[in-house]
Each structure stands twice: as C-alpha cells, then as structure tokens.
C-alpha cells in the first residue's frame, strides 16, 4: 500500500473560471507592496527630461529605478540575474509591471544615471520616514571593507618607484641615441630625407615609464594630503592597477580596500547616509556622513571626538551643524580624560564649550564612558565636571 502524501490542490492542474489576479497569490504584508508606494513618490522630472519624443520608447524611468533598488534591496547585483527574476519571481514581476529590461538596459542605465540613484536614496529616506519606518532616535555609523578590483602582489613602494623610474629614464636615454646613430648611419646610406619611426622597445619603455611617473604622482599626492609631510618614506606602497585603494586588514588579510560606510537607524534598519572612505579604520568618518544626517532631520550626532578625528575641524564642523543638528561629546575620554592631566582636561573642555558651545546646540560629554575607575582616574573625572562648572 503506497504511502499516503498530501495530494495536489485540485487549482493546481484547473484554469480559473473567474477572472483573477496573479499578484493576490503574493502575502499582504509583502514588502513589494511598500517598495511599490515608495517608489510612485520619487520624483523622476530631472531625469524624464533627458529623454527625446524621437525613435523608440523607452521605459519609463521610475520602472528601471524601482527594479534595481529594489533588487539591490535583495542583496542581488548582477543586472542578469535581475532580468530572470523579473521573469520568474513574483515579486520583482509586481515591482517591474510585468516588464522584463534587458539586464544591459538596466547595467547601462545605472552608470548613465548615478546621481540620479544618489537623490533617489535622500528621497527614499525621507518618504520612509514620513511612513514612520524611520525613527531617527538612534542612528549608528559604521564602516565594512570592500576589496579593491587589484592585488596586493601589484603593488610597488616608493623607494622601488624612485628606482626603476631612474633605470628606465637611463635604459630609453640609451635607446634613443642608439636609434639616432643608426638614423644618422642610414641618412648618410641613403639619402632619402624619410627620417626615422621610434623603435617598439622605446614605445613599450616610454609607456612604462609614464605609468610609474603616474603612480609615483598619485603616491606622494596621497601621502602629503593624509599624514601631512613632504617627505615620503621608501616603505609606502601604492597599487598599480588601482591607485586610489588602500591597503587595510580585511578578514584577517591585509589586501587593497575602500571602507564603506553607512549610518543606519535602529527602529527598522534604514540606511540615513552612506559614502566610500580610503581611511583603514572608522575613527574620521563622522565629517563626512554629517550632511547626510542633517538632510534626514537626524537629531544629534554623538561622538564629536577631536583627538582621533584628527581631520575634523571643530570651527567647521559647529557651522554645518548650527540650528540643525545637536553635537555630543567634544572630549575623548581615554587619552584626555583617563589618562591626561588637570591642565590637558581643562584646556580640552573649554575648547569644546568654547567653540563646540556656541549658542547652543552642543551636549559636552567624553565621547565614550571612562571604564577605568580607579581612584586616580575618578578624580580626572571631578575634574572634568569642575572644568565644566567653571566656564558655563
């Protein structure tokens, strides 16, 4: 006696007699279905008007942006895999109005509209929070290494730059005068006047040599703008085939990275803003990401530290935020606080309220709790509070 399973639906080999619609097989609480309503508010009018009344119709805008956010929403990226889920997947047949974009439509139409996909995630923020998806108590900035489309094996140091670029400046010096006698050893055989083709060893050495002149460049300029010095020590090293990536510890490797960062709300995970950072650690990432913040109506941003954000410029960073965004903190607690001194602590507090504390706006703080309480420590701490009493 065979084994008795579940059989069938009896709809599953029946045609409907009714008409009906496919997407009421999907749950109501389908997050298609916010997607769907967020995207119908996007404004689309700057984009609509690169588009011309001639030839073929295009698809609309909203449609490709729809699909592709809410694609990347999946975690999916490859605009190939997104066209067979616009065939297959319910969902994304929902989201695409049954349209299918080629997956070159859709690759081409993000890197011609990039900008685009930037005001689109300010929009998107801004609706979620009008839906109250977004509380903006709460939002927590970090960062995650992303690899960089090169190897650390392709990477050169400045004192190996400076050598081969002095070879190669003497190896084509050398070339050229060979290839100049023999010009001349030829003009005196034949006469022509033709005058000579620059040989293909030159060509590839001269080519070389631009490259290393140009990674050099990008090395020094690099160097001089993030630690501030003129000279370049022979150890820092640089990636051929990717200049502007950083070597950083990444899934306990070092390999060429860029550090992306993103600052999240905690009531349902919204993304509030994002940027691309060449810095190995998280620590300067707060000046960046403080526009974005404000344009969401984020309400303070805590963790103003000014002794390892040594880019941030207190003066700068208090005009951004005046009248719209509270700043919290103005003191690091370990190396201030813990274990500076009276004089260090009362200098760093008045700076803080003096430059931090201007007409209002501003809650001072250590930037995170003291954690060695010994007796020591505690009354660097009364000292911190006294410092505070006597400039308010």
């Known amino acids: 006696m065979p084994v008795p399973f579940k059989k069938d639906p009896e709809e599953y080999n029946q045609r409907k007699l009714m008409a009906e619609n496919a997407f009421d097989l999907l749950p109501p609480d389908d997050d298609c279905f916010v ?27 909203r449609l490709i942006v729809a699909i592709l956010i809410y694609a990347y929403s999946q975690g999916i990226f490859s605009s190939r895999k ?35 996909f930037k005001s689109c995630f300010c929009q998107s923020v801004a609706i979620a929070k009008s839906l109250g998806m977004v509380s903006l108590g ?7 290494k992303f690899y960089a489309n090169t190897s650390k094996y392709k990477a050169v140091s400045y004192k190996r730059l400076n050598e081969a670029y002095a070879k190669l400046e003497e190896e084509i010096e ?20 033709k005058g000579y083709s ?25 160097e001089r703008k993030e630690k501030l010095q003129e ?18 510890k990444a899934r306990g490797n070092f390999e060429y990275c860029y550090n992306g960062q993103i600052s999240v709300d905690e009531k349902n995970q919204i993304i509030i803003s994002e940027h691309l950072s060449r810095n190995e650690n998280d620590k300067n990432e707060l000046k960046p990401a403080i526009d974005e913040m404000i344009e969401a109506g984020v309400d303070a941003v805590v963790g103003v530290d000014p002794v390892m954000d040594k880019t941030m410029d207190l003066k700068s960073l208090k005009q951004k935020a005046q009248g719209k965004i509270c700043l919290w903190g103005g003191v690091n607690q370990a190396l201030t606080v813990e274990l500076g001194d009276e004089s260090g602590i009362k200098d760093a507090v008045k700076e803080a ?40």
């Open 174 to 193: 050398d070339l050229l005068k060979k290839a100049d006698d023999t010009d001349s050893s030829e003009d005196r055989i034949y006469h022509n006047g």
């Open 231 to 248: 000279d370049i020590k022979d150890s820092s090293q640089i990636s051929y085939a990717d200049t502007e990536a950083k070597l950083m």
């Open 82 to 116: 997104i066209e067979n889920k616009c065939r297959k997947d319910l969902s994304f047949m929902y989201i695409s109005h049954l349209n299918c974009p080629n997956f070159r439509v859709l690759s081409d139409f993000r890197k011609d509209n990039w900008q685009f």
């Open 35 to 61: 997607y769907e309503d967020i995207f119908s508010q996007i404004d689309k009018s700057q984009l609509e008007k690169k588009y011309s009344m001639l030839g073929q119709h295009a698809y609309h805008p």
């Open 353 to 392: 309220i003096t430059v931090l504390g201007k007409d209002g706006g501003f809650i001072l703080s250590p930037v995170e709790n003291v954690i060695d309480m010994s007796e020591d420590v505690w009354k660097k701490v009364i000292m911190f509070i006294e410092a505070w009493k006597d400039l308010r």
């Open 138 to 144: 709460h939002v927590s900035l970090d960062g995650f």
């Open 198 to 222: 620059v040989p293909e060893d030159i060509k590839i050495k001269k080519k070389r040599l631009a490259k290393i002149k140009r990674v050099k460049k990008a090395l020094e300029e690099r």
